[in-house]
């Protein structure tokens, strides 16, 4: 298959990417700069200069494939656009928060180019995945892939819109999959939440949890991520849910400690209304209780994940680096 990959430069494109060329597909990527056109032509790529806020650019990229993936986020304001950026502070200033107006935005951009992209699959009969995470499900319980968004999660306003679409196109005809993954993919090049995690023990002197620190966080090393969506594509029917989940929920009182190790820092607890003080934005992710099992996806797709566990991949030098602003 000719394949569009949005994200093909980023964390877990660069690995879907030479997933899919090694086992024959043809892949053509999104790029917004030039070197990230360099970077898929070494791959064996195809570079397709766009956006993703840029609908017309997606369009003609898929217009040139059997089937997309769909990977790209904004997962920061200096991600974004200028024009996105200067929209979400004028609007902003006028609605009484810059953040809340950001975030509005982003889910938009990734709604429409969901849309756009399943449109494309539609007219050209072909397949489309695309990307949400376990935290729009339900949270303290074990969840499973027949489990649905729930308007409640801290994820949903991604995943409902974004399964939503999925949902349409799928009735539509279209070969949907709906692929989620865990709160922390891990691996070579990770700047997610464990670096940022890190980051701020680092700064606050202290690795902290939330209560008593047993709630659950799934994880994934991002080679086996890469594995997962190529058999999507491949095997799919529409309108099915997968679970890119390697082990199904670690207490994050084990990742606290292993930073303060780490870090040598001391290792406490902060109650729930402590916690916005010490984590900032991420305190509702460090407070999920998230534990997802994939079973059933990796029955259905024969996907076994043979990555390192996440407190074994985590416990190197390459985490706990400072982060350069």
Do not use: C
């Amino acid at each position: 298959m000719r394949v569009f990959v949005t994200g093909a430069t980023g964390f877990i494109g660069s690995a879907v990417v030479p997933e899919l060329i090694s086992a024959g597909h043809q892949v053509i990527g999104l790029a917004r700069s030039e070197r990230g056109a360099a970077q898929l032509r070494a791959q064996g790529a195809m570079p397709h200069r766009g956006r993703l806020e840029d609908i017309e650019s997606l369009v003609r990229g898929a217009e040139q494939a059997d089937a997309v993936i769909h990977l790209a986020f904004i997962h920061a304001f200096t991600d974004a656009s200028l024009s996105t950026r200067i929209a979400s502070i004028a609007k902003g200033v006028l609605r009484g928060g810059v953040v809340g107006s950001f975030l509005g935005s982003i889910m938009r951009t990734d709604r429409d180019a969901i849309h756009a992209l399943g449109s494309v699959m539609e007219r050209r009969g072909g397949a489309l995945a695309i990307t949400v995470g376990t935290l729009g499900l339900p949270h303290g319980r074990v969840v499973s892939e027949a489990d649905d968004a729930d308007p409640a999660g801290v994820g949903a306003p991604r995943s409902v819109p974004a399964e939503g679409a999925a949902r349409h196109f799928a009735e539509r005809g279209v070969r949907t999959a709906v692929v989620r993954l865990p709160p922390t993919v891990h691996g070579e090049g990770d700047a997610g939440f464990i670096p940022q995690l890190a980051e701020i023990a680092r700064k606050k002197g202290a690795s902290a949890y939330i209560g008593d620190g047993t709630n659950r966080w799934g994880a994934v090393h991002r080679l086996d991520a890469a594995r997962l969506y190529r058999l999507a594509l491949e095997r799919a029917d529409a309108g099915e849910r997968f679970h890119g989940v390697a082990e199904e929920g670690i207490p994050f009182r084990e990742i606290a400690n292993l930073i303060g190790r780490r870090l040598q820092v001391p290792v406490v607890a902060k109650r729930p209304d402590e916690a916005p003080a010490h984590f900032g934005f991420l305190a509702p992710f460090v407070g999920a209780d998230n534990p997802a099992l994939s079973a059933r996806t990796q029955s259905r797709l024969d996907w076994l994940p043979s990555g390192p566990t996440l407190l074994d991949d985590i416990d190197r030098d390459a985490y706990f680096a400072p982060r350069v602003s």
